[in-house]
C-alpha cells in the first residue's frame, strides 16, 4: 500500500532535498502564564527563550518551538476545532528514554505507545493542552497494509502492528543509562509534528494539501487522517474529527491554539500556497486560518536558528 506521502518522500530523497515544510513555532492561550511556564520549563524541559511581545517564549538554546500567552479565562474546551496536540521531536533514543525517566521522577502520568514509525509519550499541561514527546523510528516501518479490509503496520522484519500498541518501559528506561534527566531538552528538540481536530476529514486534507502536505492515511472508519512533507515520517500532521463532524473552533476565552509557523525552502510550494493564504505585501509572509480555526503563517525561508547559551 503507496501513499502520496511515501512517493514525495521517496523523491526527495532521491534528489537530496530537505522536507517541503517544517515547523516553527506555535502559540497558545493560557490561564495562568506563572504556572504554565513553570510546567513547561520543569517538566517538558524547555528553557526560556529571548522575549517576544505578548507573551513569553520558551524552547531550547537554539531555538524557540512555543510562545505561551496570557488572557485565557477557562482551560481547554472539549468537543471544537483545534488543537489535539502537538509532538516535540526528540534529537536520540536516549534523550526520548531520558524523558521518561524524568517523568518518573517527578511523579508526572503519561502514556506510553508505540506507533512503530515512532516512539511516543503523551500527557497535558495545566490548562489541557496535548503534548506528545517523540521519537521518530522510520526504519522500522516496513509497508501499510489494508489486507481484507483491516489496517494494519507490516514492520521491517514483516511483523504486523497495530501502531497502537503500549511501550515496553523497562526496555526504555534502560536506553536512557548515562544520561541526567535534570537537564533541560537537547537544543536539537523540533516540534516534530501537529495533530488538529477539525469540522471535516476531506475538506481538511485539501485545504492542507494546497499548503504543500501530501496525503498519507485516510482512516474513516477510525475518524483521522496524516499527511507528510518529504521525509520517511509520514505523520507531520494529523487530523481527525473526534471532536464531531462539523466542530466549530473554541470560544474566544478558552485556552487554545491561536497560531504556528511553516516554513517551506520550496518557491513553487509557496507560490502554490498563496491561494490558501493572503500575502503580506511588506514582509512577504502568508498567512490565512486553518481548518482548525488557527493562524498558519507560511514562510518562504529555512527557520532561523539563533544560537545562545541555555537560560
Known sequence: MDTDALTLARERAAHNLPERLAWGPLTLSVTDLDRSVDFWTRVIGFVPRPSEAGGTALGTPDRTLVLLRPGATGPVAQGHAGMYHVAFGMAS???????????????????????????????????????????????????????????????????????????????????????????????????????????????????FEGIGFARNLLLPGFGMADMGAGAPYTHRLAVNIWAGPGAKPAPDGTARLLEYTLYTPDPEAFERAKSQLTEDEQ?????????????????????????????
Open 283 to 311: 514582509t512577504g509572509l502568508l498567512s490565512g486560518a486553518d481548518p482548525a480555526g488557527a493562524t498558519l503563517n507560511l514562510h518562504l525561508k529555512p527557520p532561523k536558528i539563533e544560537t545562545e547559551d541555555a537560560a
Open 93 to 207: 533514543q536516549a534523550e526520548f528514554s531520558r524523558r521518561i525517566r524524568h517523568f518518573a521522577a517527578l511523579g508526572i502520568g503519561f502514556s506510553p505507545v508505540d506507533h512503530l514509525m515512532s516512539k511516543a509519550l503523551y500527557l497535558s499541561d495545566p490548562d489541557g493542552h496535548g503534548i506528545e514527546i517523540a521519537w521518530e523510528t522510520p526504519e522500522r516501518f516496513g509497508r501499510f497494509s489494508n489486507e481484507g479490509g483491516r489496517f494494519t503496520l507490516i514492520d521491517a522484519d514483516g511483523n504486523t502492528h497495530s501502531g497502537r500498541e503500549r511501550l515496553d518501559l523497562t526496555a526504555e528506561l534502560g536506553l536512557a543509562d548515562g544520561t541526567d534527566p535534570a537537564l533541560p531538552l537537547h537544543r536539537d528538540t523540533t516540534v516534530a509534528h501537529l495533530h488538529l481536530h477539525v469540522p471535516g476529514l476531506d475538506p481538511a486534507l485539501d485545504w
